[in-house]
Each structure stands twice: as C-alpha cells, then as structure tokens.
C-alpha cells in the first residue's frame, strides 16, 4: 500500500497550488480520503474530505471557499486544489486513505507560503 503526495512548494501569499496524493495497493474507490496539515509545532490537523460513491466534501472552516478537494477514481489519484494561499497556510501536508477498519497515510509534502 502506498499514498505518494506530490505538488507541494513555496508560494507567494495569495497564490495558489495543486497537491496530487497517488495511491496504489488497495481498492481507491472503496475509500474515503482526506487531507491534513501540520503547521510547525502545531498538531495535525483536518483539512477536507471526500467520499467514496457520492463523492459528498467537507471542509474546515479555515479553508472553505478557498481549497477544492477532488478524487480521479480512474487515476487512483486525490486532489487538493488551494487557492488564495495565506501564510497560515504553511504546513506539511498529509493524504489519509480509510475504509472500516482500515487507514493508511502517505509521507507528506511541504507547503509553504511566503514572500
């Protein structure tokens, strides 16, 4: 089982990425998936999720209406779309994958935004 994150990096406030969480080793589509942050000395903390069938989202506050979370099911593959980056933004970002009884967690990948 893998989760490989991808697309983190330094941004200017304001800017945006795109965050790739690539699976393998398991049923992708019978998942549930989300993403997490850590800022610096700070726990980890949710940031959205999507599920599996419908494919119904959910965000924490601090990041409604600016982060899209999306899933390819044909890719296997996890999006975290961000918009209007802030510093507070920073962190390292994680994918979890969970079904029943089962969770698993990919290595992470930094954001960081500053001028």
């Known amino acids: 089982v893998k989760l490989v994150e991808s697309g983190g990096g330094l941004v200017q406030p304001g800017g945006s990425l795109r965050l790739s969480c690539a699976a393998s080793?398991?049923?992708?589509?019978?998942?549930?998936m989300n993403w997490y942050r850590q800022p610096p000395g700070k726990e980890r903390e949710l940031v959205a999720g999507?599920?599996?069938?419908?494919?119904?989202?959910d965000y924490a506050d601090s990041v409604k209406g600016r982060f899209t979370i999306s899933r390819d099911n044909a890719k296997n593959t996890v999006y975290l779309q961000m918009n209007s980056l802030k510093p507070e933004d920073t962190a390292v970002y994680y994918c979890?994958?969970?079904?029943?009884?089962?969770?698993?967690w990919g290595q992470g990948t930094q954001v960081t935004v500053s001028s």
């Open positions: 979890k994958a969970h079904w029943t009884l089962n969770t698993y």
């Open positions: 080793g398991f049923t992708f589509r019978q998942y549930h």
């Open positions: 999507i599920t599996n069938g419908s494919g119904a989202t």
